[in-house]
């Protein structure tokens, strides 16, 4: 999974092959075809892989108001779980944003993805009703505001890489701290 994650920074996913995953692989491309048909099943086992990382590096601290929490999560999205150099962070986002971007023709990643934003839709409602819960937020449908955010969150993303506005991670967190959080405090 390392070899994929390096051989995706490297080439993107358009000069992405199993040759250029091998070539950061200490064994041969005959292993990796042992266990991976072709490069899209590597790939889906590579998103899948990241979301269990992702999973086991996620560390909100449950003892902190609803809002720190959510906070918390949105800057993990956004500077990476250990506030990863920025480069390395923006290189990934941007492998992930390629791969993503070929979901449409690939049910494999489709699915991964689809994984990957449920649970995190799922995360932030739960936060959201414990606020709810703690009379920190408004009584709002926490499944469809945890939905709003993520959108949010995943379109100021896709305009960072998308695009030559100056759309960058602080201007993103400060829509959040600004216009999203507001919302949801009583």
Not at 67 to 79: E, G, H, N, T, W
Request: charged share 20%; hydrophobic share 40%.
């Amino acid at each position: 999974m390392e070899a994929t994650y390096d051989a995706i920074q490297q080439h993107g996913y358009a000069g992405l092959t199993i040759q250029s995953i091998a070539d950061n692989f200490a064994k041969s491309k005959a292993v990796l075809h042992y266990h991976y048909d072709t490069k899209e099943d590597l790939l889906a086992a590579f998103l899948n892989h990241l979301l269990f990382e992702f999973r086991e590096t996620i560390q909100v601290d449950k003892r902190s108001s609803a809002a720190q929490q959510l906070l918390d999560l949105v800057d993990i999205l956004l500077y990476g779980p250990d506030r990863t150099d920025r480069e390395e962070i923006l290189q990934m986002q941007t492998a992930l944003l390629e791969i993503q971007s070929q979901a449409q023709h690939k049910q494999l990643y489709c699915d991964q993805f689809t994984q990957i934003h449920h649970w995190l839709s799922n995360l932030f409602a739960e936060i959201i009703n414990s606020g709810i819960e703690e009379d920190e937020f408004r009584d709002v449908n926490p499944k469809l505001t945890a939905h709003h955010l993520l959108l949010v969150i995943v379109g100021g993303l896709l305009n960072i890489h998308t695009t030559n506005t100056r759309t960058n991670p602080e201007l993103i967190r400060e829509i959040v701290t600004s216009q999203f959080l507001p919302y949801l405090k009583k």
